[in-house]
Nanobody, 116 residues
Framework: VQLQAFGGGLVQAGEFLKLSCVVS??????MAWYRRSPGKRGELVAQ???????NYAAAVKGRFTISRNNAKRTMYLEMNGLRLEDTAVYYC?????????????WGQGTQVTVSS
């Protein structure tokens, strides 16, 4: 399984950005977006099950929307009302189970920079 994330960029505070993560290889289960800022620990931003059940970090709830299109094998993160503190490298993550084993996959990360 390979994940490729893209869509990051430089935006001003309050603007919108949409990230995408394309999956290739085996089908995956739960997918998620994580982020890491310099000097901070990585954190879960949002996750989504195969059936579309979602979960969000408190810091982004109401501003970010995670979704997936299983037919296109793509996960998205729509980020509204971006804040300076949203600046980070965003990573997509996916899980897969096979024969009782769990596998964890990561994309390469895409930089999101929010300026004032």
């Amino acid at each position: 399984v390979q994940l490729q994330a893209f869509g990051g960029g430089l935006v001003q505070a309050g603007e919108f950005l949409k990230l995408s993560c394309v999956v290739s290889g085996f089908s995956v289960g739960v997918m998620a977006w994580y982020r890491r800022s310099p000097g901070k620990r990585g954190e879960l931003v949002a996750q989504i099950t195969n059936g579309g059940k979602t979960n969000y970090a408190a810091a982004v709830k109401g501003r970010f929307t995670i979704s997936r299109n299983n037919a296109k094998r793509t996960m998205y993160l729509e980020m509204n009302g971006l804040r300076l503190e949203d600046t980070a490298v965003y990573y997509c993550n996916a899980e897969r189970s096979s024969n009782g084993e769990w596998y964890d996959y990561w994309g390469q990360g895409t930089q999101v920079t929010v300026s004032s």
